[in-house]
């Protein structure tokens, strides 16, 4: 201004007879010394003409709606306010710098520049209101261009709320209109909350002070460091006055004072040692401003026979010719074309600035004429990541499929038990004429054997996901998985159960008069299952058939490239699909309760050419049901809460190795039992399969339920599982044929006897076992006969004299030995019974101790006592 004035003074052409004065005085942006400073002037002589200042809009503000009645013009170079152009309020007030509501059509410019179309504002709360109005206006604007105010939040000291409800409502765009100790606070608040960087843009204003984020941060209490606050503040953009007509075609134009803008920018260096890019400029302009409207009022004023000196504070008049002539104003200033609209409003340029190493640079300038933005090539916007951020979090999805190699060793490991069942299908059909495989119901057995191949199959349509099938032919996966595990388990489980029926129905159930139960109607039973199967699984495929699902996994969200990635997981999907694996699941759960419910009833069946194991392997399988039940809820509990982490993986694992465990433990028990048995079972390798389907298909379905978020841990349970339980039931019903087979009798001992006339073997055997039933229910009656009698000969001994006692009690002894040995001959006379195929059964020890076991086991059993 000082400047400017001395310019002025020593201009010819300007109020040539006058010397412009100024009397300086700082209100300290406090309205209250402002408005003392105004009184002081107005009470005190000389008689001012106009008023410069002041720069804060809440000091000004007072003054211009005060001096209005002193008839004083007021010319801001610095008061923003947007309250300022009221004219009821504010009639004499002038700036030479614009509004904040000029940045609206430069801020929404810049936002269609770069396709935001989702912003949030955010401005501090000031009584004069100063950027509450400008906010209000740019909501306004920018609904009218179809840009979304996604939030627009105020705050008067803390904005941590407020940046967390921004942060919330995922706006990444943010419009920022705060003093400057406040736009400390937001930034520290930006950086505590992460909203900076790549993913943010922050359109704040310009008119700052240099490394203003760094500056008195104790004094306004910030808690974060300088480190922090520059951190936060790197890359935001500003919108501000174009404070010097540097880059303009006009600026090497000579200004109002004779000076192109870059002749003031180096006087103005070399008179204070800075660089003119601030409010300077505008007070530099305003200080013309002022002359030139006095030059020209003196002129006019002398028409009417008037001077400038004759002003008073009650001269109206004089008043409105100033104002009229500041409206009809205009010339070339530093800050680029001066004029003053109707409102007193100046009509200047919008600067971009973008804060590039801790360096304001100007970035591009608006044009509110062309309503566009010219970009400064010179100095570009520098983005932090690859380019402009979006105005929302981009979600992709990412298509989580199990792993290759995970899958590729199962599958392997499925085909070597496919393998594994055609070798036994081959040991079936190469020694069919062996006795103990045509013991043993070899149709029933290649039964059981393809269902294990279609189930060793079924875990390689298991691993088929969206990795290895694209996701249109998925849902036939799903539809095929459906089918192959559901069959394969029918056939295999169904031919298990109906052996386990067929010892039931023989030694459970039945009267002394036996009945045949051959392999047909085994088939028939089988038969039945799997048309059962084959209807259910029909109905589900022509209702509403399987088809791809997919499940977002959004506790394993994570950020790439400014992208928000979560996976999904492919799965089978149907309409009611609880309803349809209900159905599936209640036939197969009631196939598995039943013949569960058999394998245990006939546990204590003790001929020796139908059984070999029993006690031991119930006996496992039920404390390792127990055992493994109890680790499944344990798990469950603990799975609650470490969910999503990849512990879980580590402790799915851990089950399957404690489960392989006890399987192997079980296993190594049967073996010796099965191995040691002279004659191969036909019946309690069913039960034993039985038992271990129930088991692996009930933990199965537990554990890869609970852990449906990972596919890998779920695609190995469900094929260690299904491998597992399908190579035990193989090989607990043919290993001890194949180790009878290659054993030095080879399974061929007494096999001659029968195979001419009954090659139905099991039937013969039925009828062998029904007469040792019959036989041996004689021989406990007349037991008990003889018991009871001994009871009389006790009772009537101790009836006689003790003389007649004593002479009497050896004889009873030896009765009594002599009954024991009769009863101990009718025992061993019926033992090597030539109605039996096998004339080779058990040892008498043997047999004793078995006895033994079963009394104490078993009193169920319908072969006890043999
Ligand atoms: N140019 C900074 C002052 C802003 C205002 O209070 O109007």
């Excluded at 501000?240 to 200004?255: G, I, Q």
């Excluded at 022509?542 to 799965?571: A, C, S």
């Excluded at 197969?588 to 394998?599: I, N, P, R, S, T």
Aim: charged share 20%; proline share 3%; with cysteine.
């Amino acid at each position: 201004m000082e400047l400017a004035l001395s310019q002025v003074n020593e201009r010819i052409d300007i109020l040539p007879e006058y010397q412009l004065h100024m009397v300086l005085n700082d209100t300290k942006c406090d309205p209250g010394v402002g408005m003392h400073i105004l009184y002081d002037h107005i009470y005190n002589e000389p008689t001012k003409l106009m008023l410069l200042g002041a720069a804060f809009s809440p000091v000004s503000q007072p003054i211009a709606d005060t001096s209005k009645y002193w008839n004083l013009l007021q010319v801001s170079y610095a008061s923003t306010s947007p309250v300022l152009k009221d004219r009821e309020l504010y009639p004499r007030f002038f700036r030479t710098i614009s509004s904040d509501l000029a940045f609206n059509p430069a801020r929404a410019a810049l936002l269609k520049k770069y396709g935001w179309k989702r912003v949030a504002t955010l401005h501090q709360n000031e009584p004069s209101r100063i950027f509450s109005q400008a906010t209000k206006q740019l909501h306004k604007l920018l609904q009218d261009v179809g840009i979304e105010i996604v939030v627009g939040e105020s705050f008067t000291e803390n904005p941590a709320n407020q940046l967390a409800n921004i942060k919330k409502k995922d706006a990444r765009i943010i419009i920022g209109s705060f003093y400057v100790v406040q736009a400390k606070h937001v930034f520290c608040e930006a950086y505590k909350q992460r909203m900076y960087g790549k993913r943010y843009v922050w359109i704040i204003i310009g008119w700052y002070e240099d490394k203003w984020w760094e500056t008195k941060l104790n004094e306004d209490h910030i808690t974060c460091t300088t480190r922090e606050m520059g951190e936060a503040v790197e890359g935001y953009l500003a919108t501000d006055h174009m404070k010097l007509n540097e880059d303009d075609a006009t600026s090497k134009h000579k200004t109002v004072s004779g000076w192109t803008a870059q002749e003031y920018a180096i006087k103005f260096k070399n008179l204070t040692g800075i660089i003119a890019r601030h409010e300077s400029s505008f007070a530099y302009d305003a200080a013309w401003a002022i002359a030139l409207v006095l030059n020209a009022s003196a002129q006019r004023l002398a028409e009417r026979g008037k001077a400038l000196e004759n002003f008073t504070y009650a001269d109206e008049e004089m008043a409105d010719l100033f104002e009229e002539i500041f409206h009809n104003t205009s010339f070339l200033g530093v800050t680029g074309p001066v004029s003053f609209t109707k409102y007193g409003e100046r009509v200047g340029y919008i600067q971009f600035e973008q804060l590039q190493g801790g360096e304001s640079k100007r970035v591009g300038v608006y044009d509110v004429t062309t309503d566009s933005i010219m970009m400064n090539r010179k100095e570009p916007i520098k983005w932090q990541g690859a380019g402009p951020p979006s105005d929302r979090t981009v979600r992709e999805t990412e298509l989580k499929s199990i792993a290759t190699g995970l899958f590729a060793f199962m599958a392997f490991v499925a085909v070597l038990g496919m393998l594994l069942g055609i070798f036994f299908l081959l040991i079936n059909f190469l020694y069919r004429e062996r006795r103990i495989i045509k013991m043993s119901s070899p149709r029933l057995n290649n039964v059981i054997v393809a269902g294990c191949i279609l189930t060793y199959f079924s875990v390689i349509l298991f691993g088929l996901d969206g990795g290895l099938v694209p996701t249109k032919r998925y849902g036939q996966v799903c539809i095929a998985r459906a089918w192959i595990m559901s069959v394969g388990f029918t056939l295999a489980f169904g031919a298990m159960f109906a052996k386990t029926w067929r010892v039931h129905a023989i030694f459970k159930s039945i009267t002394p008069k036996k009945k045949v139960i051959r392999d047909e109607h085994l088939f028939l039973i089988v038969a039945a299952f799997v048309l059962l199967d084959i209807f259910l699984l029909s109905l589900w495929t022509g209702i509403e058939p399987m088809h791809t699902g997919y499940q977002q996994l959004e506790n394993k969200m994570r950020f790439e490239d400014d992208k928000e990635i979560i996976p999904v997981l492919e799965h089978c999907e149907s309409e009611r699909l609880s309803y349809w694996l209900g159905a599936v699941y209640a036939f197969k759960g009631l196939l598995l309760v039943f013949g569960v419910f058999l394998a245990w009833e006939t546990r204590g069946v003790t001929i020796p050419a139908l059984n070999d194991s029993r006690y031991i392997g119930a006996t496992q399988n039920i404390c390792f049901v127990i055992s493994i039940s109890a680790v499944i809820l344990k798990r469950m509990v603990k799975i609650t809460s470490i969910f999503g982490s990849y512990s879980f993986l580590r402790i799915a694992l851990h089950d399957i190795f404690s489960l392989s465990h006890h399987l192997l433990a079980s296993w190594n028990l049967y073996i010796p039992r099965v191995a040691k048995s002279k004659h191969n079972s036909k019946c309690s390798s069913s039960r034993m399969s039985v038992y271990n389907v129930v088991i692996l298909s009930i933990l199965g379905v537990a554990i890869t339920s609970i852990i449906r978020d990972h596919q890998d841990a779920t695609f190995a349970i469900t094929a260690v599982f299904t491998i597992f339980c399908t190579t035990l039931t193989l090989c607990f019903v043919f290993l001890p044929k194949v180790t009878k087979l290659w054993s030095p009798d080879g399974g061929t001992e007494a096999s001659t006897t029968r195979r001419s006339n009954n090659p139905e073997s099991l039937s013969s055997t039925d009828k062998n076992a029904a007469n040792m039933i019959t036989e041996n229910s004689q021989l406990k009656k007349q037991l008990a006969q003889r018991e009871q009698h001994l009871m009389e000969l006790k009772r009537l001994l101790e009836t006689l004299p003790p003389e007649s006692r004593k002479a009497d009690k050896s004889n009873s002894q030896e009765s009594c030995a002599q009954q024991f040995k009769k009863r101990k001959s009718l025992v061993q006379f019926r033992q090597p019974e030539p109605s039996y195929a096998n004339k080779s059964f058990e040892p008498e020890e043997e047999a004793t101790s078995k006895g033994k076991q079963r009394t104490e086991g078993s009193s169920s059993s319908g072969v006890e006592g043999i």
